[in-house]
């Protein structure tokens, strides 16, 4: 990338809503727009992102590409983050990586826009999108606190406004607004000098690295934070808790990271499975018993029938659970 002084990059993080979100945001960007674009929005594993680079390369004047590994990145072209692959930026070059799942997701939108911050500081513009929960909040947190640019849609605008509210909330958002007048805005920030230049935090820098697979070691992540009796809901392991401010996130020593609500909604999830376990396992006992029963001498006292009467209770008390988990989980989605 061009090291003139004007040279930005821009980092966009997307989730529920951000197909729509994202066209609408492209088609303002000019044929000479002077910064590369990255973009991750949340998708499963099992789709490949082709229909939306078909939707960005039809919405905007600009290229959209796949990004690939150790691909050399040039202004006025966008680069969308695989699926089930971190997205990170290096020196002039796109990193690709397998790495931990972030608040549930990979690509993640924290570890794209943690790396810009380390490697460009004041050169990177963040912008986050329509989204639930809070992806992102961390990751902005690290740009701004690298000298660069934090943008956040306005709630009012967003589909679903969890993720820009809670940047607003925990980093102070540098402009908020409507998608509408944010490609007039980019233009008029890659006109201006940069913002001051800040030195990379120790925590941000091992954080990156972690992402990266360079480290992910006990020692490196006890030095973000301190041990909690919790468990990391995506490999069992110990987790640390670290504290942004207000916000509060955890990581697990092989490179697991939640916020705290995400992984409140982790855990939600896996006490649903837990309970659906226990749900089949009791009325496939109850059965068994039924059956039992039904060949006991008529005459016998009956304990199994007692029994069978007995997982009814537990089956009802289980299934009570489950709905309200289902309710729980929705307040959390």
């Not at 090291?3 to 529920?16: D, E, H, R």
């Not at 000098?193 to 120790?202: A, C």
């Not at 199994?304 to 959390?332: C, P």
Request: glycine content about 6%.
């Amino acid at each position: 990338m061009n090291q003139n002084k004007n040279s930005m990059l821009i980092v966009i993080g997307a989730s529920a809503g951000g197909m729509a979100a994202l066209k609408k945001l492209v088609a303002q960007l000019p044929k000479d727009f002077s910064a590369p674009v990255f973009i991750v929005t949340h998708m499963s594993a099992d789709v490949t992102g082709d229909v939306l680079v078909k939707v960005l390369n039809e919405s905007s004047h600009l290229p959209c590409v796949h990004a690939h590994n150790k691909q050399t990145f040039k202004v006025g072209t966008m680069y969308l983050a695989p699926s089930d692959q971190h997205m990170l930026i290096a020196k002039g070059e796109i990193l690709i990586t397998k790495g931990a799942r972030e608040n549930r997701s990979r690509p993640a939108i924290d570890p794209l826009f943690r790396s810009a911050a380390v490697t460009y500081g004041n050169r990177v513009i963040g912008i986050i999108l329509t989204g639930y929960l809070d992806d992102g909040t961390s990751g902005m947190m690290a740009i701004k606190r690298c000298g660069g640019v934090c943008i956040a849609q306005d709630p009012e605008d967003a589909s679903y406004p969890d993720m820009p509210q809670s940047v607003i909330a925990n980093v102070g958002a540098d402009y908020c607004l409507p998608i509408a007048e944010m490609g007039a805005l980019l233009t008029d920030l890659l006109r201006r000098e940069l913002p001051e230049s800040k030195p990379v935090p120790e925590d941000i820098m091992i954080e990156a690295k972690i992402a990266q697979r360079v480290l992910s070691d006990l020692p490196s992540v006890e030095t973000l934070g301190d041990q909690v009796p919790y468990n990391c809901p995506d490999c069992g392991g110990v987790l640390w808790q670290m504290k942004e401010g207000e916000l509060l996130r955890y990581r697990c020593h092989t490179g697991h990271a939640f916020t705290a609500s995400v992984l409140l909604a982790q855990q939600t999830v896996k006490i649903e499975e837990t309970l659906w376990v226990a749900l089949r396992m009791f009325e496939e006992r109850q059965n068994l018993l039924v059956t039992m029963s039904k060949n006991e001498s008529k005459h016998a006292p009956s304990s199994v029938t007692q029994r069978a009467k007995d997982s009814q209770i537990h089956i009802d008390r289980i299934r009570a659970m489950l709905k309200a988990t289902d309710q729980d989980s929705h307040g959390t989605a």
